[in-house]
């Protein structure tokens, strides 16, 4: 009696997830198909998701990563194309030896993308440029709604295998498909979707492997694969694929070097290849963020020249020494940002960033991609929470239960911290461990980007939530198990738990017509005039 009970309930729950799992897609599929732009002309909806369009129509209907055919409207590029231009920029020297304007994002994600852009218009014909409402949806399709479909199988395979209860089971699965901010990500294009798929497919291979005993070499690449891939999407995920990586070496290490450490190794080839192929450089575009190298010194004072604007003649023959020989036509003027000068020098189409003090004159290469005459990077130029946040520990509170807080405004996270614990305290040894590694990589990662400067404290710009953690819902929903398996059978904390999903769903819903606005917290404190 109590096994065929037992099957009933597990055939009911199935019907469940199917119920969740086709409801949400449908949900998703109808807001990709109605979103627009501001301008009504692309789908296109906000700066972050144009930098990655205009750097796949580019690279498939010019043939480059440069973006100045696709933002501009004419060649002297005094027009822009706003429906395509973005601030997500950079800009350096290409191929051709004149500056151009490339995406700021990692190019392997984008790369993928094309490929599939490429085939949609080898078989129809249609371009972003004639038809982006056709093109940019049906992508989104690919891009988004099938690993999200993905994501909620594995999600509710996950929560069927270690849930006890009916209700914990269903209100976990409840969670995945409403209460985050994944699906509201759907209808642009962006990392975190990817990155939290990527981060669901290696946690399952590694439960797989530490918890279920398998010993199957797929699983080892599945994890190293997908766990590398989150930290292409995600940087900070270099913590996750370190720490369970590092667990799956130490007990399986035959396992590890024959699967993980090569399909981790794919990944960073294409990763290190493709930044490389789009800038010619290794370093992705937001390590540029600095002056280069020193290539020229003179020592004494030169200051009152260079604030003359007068290029010092004792720096020529040392930069013509590093082959560095100025034309006539080089001039020093002040740097885009204010701070400082630099050389430049319209012949080559190069400049060199100058630094000057009582007893010498220093020049270095230019390494500050994100420092052009029209960057919105600039200090005067940045806006709203773009300036960053002064004090670390105003920051830091609205990070955690502030306007853009994880807790404020979706708070069935607040399970998963009661559900951590509940394991790391009286788990089974295996889960346990997993528990630990989940709540390991979580504090890593609220550490480092609590301790971003001032530049990076921006609450990941504007968007509907702190976007950087996104990537962590399968592992939160996971840890979220045994807290809702204990109240279950808890009438009055399950009232709780529906609050607290009913406030997420609510934060998740608000901006599902465009994830790049902000929460509904932000702008009612700003209603009350809380916050600027």
Sequence with gaps: MNESRSDASAQLRRMVYGLLLVTCVGAMTGRIWTVKSSLGKTPLLSANDRSRW?????????????????????????KRDREWYSIDMVRHKGPDGAGHYYSSKPPLPTVLLAA???????????????????????LLLLANVLPLTIYLGLMFRLIERYGRTDWGRLFIAAGAAYGTFLTTFAVTLNNHVWAAVSAAVALY????????????????????????????????????????GAALMVRFPGRFLAGFAPAAALVAAAFFGTNYWAHGCWRPPYAHRSDGPRVAAVEGDFRDQI???????????????????????????????????????????????????????????????????????????????DLGEPSRLAYAFHVLVGHHGIFS????????????????????????????????VTLVCLVFYLARPLVDRNYGGVTSGFRWVFWFAPMWLLVMVPAADAIASRRAWRYVALGLLLVSAVSSSYASLNPWSHPWLYEYWAFLGWIP
Aim: glycine share 8%.
């Design 54 to 78: 205009a750097t796949i129509r580019a690279l498939v209907d010019h043939g480059t990563f440069a973006l100045d055919e696709v933002i501009f409207l004419d060649r002297a590029q005094t």
């Design 116 to 138: 599939a852009y490429w085939s949609l218009q080898q078989i129809t014909g249609a371009t972003l440029a004639d038809r982006p409402f056709y093109v940019v949806r049906g």
């Design 205 to 244: 291979a590694v439960l797989a492997v530490w918890c279920e005993g398998r010993r199957e070499l797929r699983y080892f690449v599945l994890a190293g694969l997908f766990s590398a891939f989150a930290v292409v999407n995600e940087l900070p995920a270099l913590s996750f694929c370190g720490v369970f």
């Design 307 to 385: 604030r003359a604007g007068e290029i010092p003649q004792e720096l020529h023959e040392p930069l013509s020494q590093a082959g560095l020989k100025l034309s006539p036509q080089a001039v020093l003027q002040p740097r885009w940002s204010g701070h400082g000068w630099m050389i430049w020098d319209p012949e080559r189409q190069d400049h060199w960033a100058i630094s000057a003090d009582e007893r010498s004159v220093q020049v270095f290469v230019w390494d500050h991609w994100y420092e052009y005459q029209d960057s919105y990077w600039l200090d005067g130029r940045k806006r709203g929470v």
């Design 409 to 440: 405004l979706t708070p069935i996270w607040l399970l998963s911290v009661l559900g951590a614990g509940l394991w790391l305290a009286r788990g089974e040894r295996n889960v346990r461990g997993v528990a630990a590694g989940i709540v390991l």
